[in-house]
């Protein structure tokens, strides 16, 4: 047992906000913080993929991405795009014909970025890649993103509510015990699915609010923007309802989010 003043000390970086690309969102403190989970959730396509990227590629720190929902091929032109300039059939059309030089030397930038392609990861799956990380490296690393929630295996029978908040439980311990700063990916429910609508923290697939610090839900408020609504936030405004909305320039053709 400790004091506070002795437990914040022994706890390290733990709640230090990891590199933040978006001014806006900076000043309204929605921050990525080390040891803690966080979630993103949002329709298909609306740009929660984007957002989780953008946010691995520009904090620079030792990331470990778990690419469930997408394929390498996938993400090998999302990211490329990103960092390209270039819109994805683009960079689709340079694969196909073996026009990739270019674009490799875009991606050897991102060498602390890892990858993980299971599709349907265990939790044991997931804790033993980030215990051989720790292993090969020698310390853990400093983000982890899940893409998405709803594609991990979670080593119990029920499938449902249960299911998805024991997946969280277990993100949310091992951003505690590793440090790193956890983002975790999810869906809406149908109603929110379309992404017209800012989505409140009700809208949740499974309602699994509980153990993330900050949860911010997106959808579309117009053509070439990005809503984010901050539904829960432990380090600042939040608003369960809503109704406090912030926006970012979307391209999502070149996978580009930008104040």
Same mark, same amino acid.
């Given at each position: ?8 000390? !022994? ?7 990891? &590199? ?8 309204? #403190? ?10 993103? *959730? ?5 740009? !929660? ?25 996938? #993400? ?11 819109? =994805?059939?683009? =960079? ?19 060498? !602390?970025?890892? +990858? %993980? ?14 215990? %051989? +990380? *720790? ?10 993103? $899940? ?6 295996? &979670? ?8 299911? $998805? ?17 956890? =983002? ?15 989505? &409140? @923290?009700?809208?949740? !697939? ?7 610090? @900050? ?27 809503? #109704?406090?909305?912030?926006? $970012? ?6 996978? @580009?989010?930008?104040?």
């Amino acid at each position: 047992m400790y004091v506070l003043q002795r437990a914040r000390a !022994k706890s390290g970086e733990a709640g230090a906000p990891l &590199p933040m690309p978006f001014k806006r969102l900076a000043r309204e #403190q929605v921050l990525f913080r080390r040891g803690q989970l966080h979630l993103i *959730a949002a329709g298909p396509g609306v740009g !929660k993929s984007a957002l989780s990227l953008t946010l691995a590629v520009a904090a620079r720190v030792e990331t470990l991405y778990f690419s469930a929902d997408s394929d390498a091929a996938t #993400q090998y032109e999302r990211t490329a795009a990103m960092l390209s300039g270039r819109e =994805i059939h683009e =960079i689709a059309a340079m694969v196909e014909a073996g026009e990739t030089r270019y674009l490799d030397s875009k991606l050897a930038s991102l060498r !602390k970025l890892r +990858w %993980c392609f299971d599709s349907s990861p265990s939790l044991d799956t997931i804790e033993a890649h980030v215990k %051989c +990380w *720790a292993y090969v490296y020698g310390t853990y690393p400093e983000m982890i993103v $899940l893409d998405n929630v709803g594609d991990v295996s &979670p080593d119990i029978e029920d499938r449902g509510h249960i299911a $998805l908040e024991s997946v969280m439980d277990f993100l949310a311990d091992m951003a505690r015990k590793t440090g790193a700063c956890v =983002i975790a990916l999810h869906h809406l429910t149908g109603d929110y699915d379309d992404g017209a609508s800012a989505p &409140p @923290l009700s809208a949740l !697939k499974g309602k699994i609010s509980k153990k993330p610090s @900050l949860v911010l839900n997106l959808f579309r408020p117009e053509e070439g923007k990005l809503g984010v609504v901050v539904a829960k936030n432990r380090h600042g405004r939040p608003d369960p309802a809503g #109704q406090y909305r912030l926006a $970012l320039n979307s391209d999502l053709a070149r996978m @580009l989010l930008t104040d």
